[in-house]
């Protein structure tokens, strides 16, 4: 029996230090998984973070390109209703000389052939342009703009009171504050 103590005592031993050798290995795999979840976790944060950024970025370059155009290009622009109407064509556009602020578009519609058409001075803020198809989209029906406050093209608003008058019609209109 006494050589079978150190036999024994050696397989208790080994048996000892492979079970804490497995416990370390399995404990440090777990860690493993845990920093490699945390990797992958900061990476998608990361991705989600650039990703916001561009689009921030291309939002912004969107909006400073929509900002300046020329008054000739958009002179003859088409605007539709939401449901792709024709609602007729931007034919000038009105300034406020203090602020250099376009204030309106003033849009022909209606008539036969260009015949009888109405003039509408639309604030520019209702107007929101459609880049993919290049038109501006106003939201009203045409029954309802065949309604608007408009003149015709040999009686135009020829002064600041004239303005005046029509803007606080126009802006009642369009429920557009001042």
């Given at each position: 029996m006494k050589s079978f103590t150190p036999i024994i005592a050696a397989s208790f031993l080994s048996a000892t230090l492979v079970g804490t050798c497995a416990a370390d290995i399995h404990e440090k795999?777990?860690?493993?998984?845990?920093?490699q979840q945390e990797v992958r976790d900061a990476q998608k944060e990361l991705?989600?973070?650039?990703?916001k950024e561009l689009v921030e970025t291309t939002h912004e370059a969107n909006k400073k390109m929509l900002q300046v155009s020329r008054a000739s290009k958009i002179?003859?622009?088409?605007?539709?209703n939401t449901k792709g109407e024709n609602m007729g064509g931007i034919k000038d556009l009105v300034i406020d000389p203090e602020s250099g602020r376009?204030?309106?578009?003033?849009?022909?519609f209606g008539g036969i052939?260009?015949?009888?058409?109405?003039?509408?001075a639309i604030p520019w803020s209702v107007l929101q342009w459609n880049r993919e198809k290049e038109y501006y989209v106003l939201d009203l029906d045409k029954e309802t703009?065949?309604?608007?406050?408009?003149?015709?093209?040999?009686?135009w608003p020829d002064s600041s009171?004239?303005?005046?008058?029509?803007?606080?019609?126009?802006?009642?209109?369009?429920?557009?504050?001042?």
């Open positions: 795999q777990k860690d493993l998984v845990e920093k991705k989600q973070e650039v990703r002179n003859g622009t088409n605007v539709k376009v204030v309106y578009a003033v849009v022909s052939l260009g015949l009888g058409n109405k003039l509408f703009l065949k309604n608007a406050p408009g003149f015709d093209k040999n009686h009171n004239k303005w005046d008058l029509q803007r606080e019609e126009i802006n009642q209109f369009y429920h557009v504050n001042p």
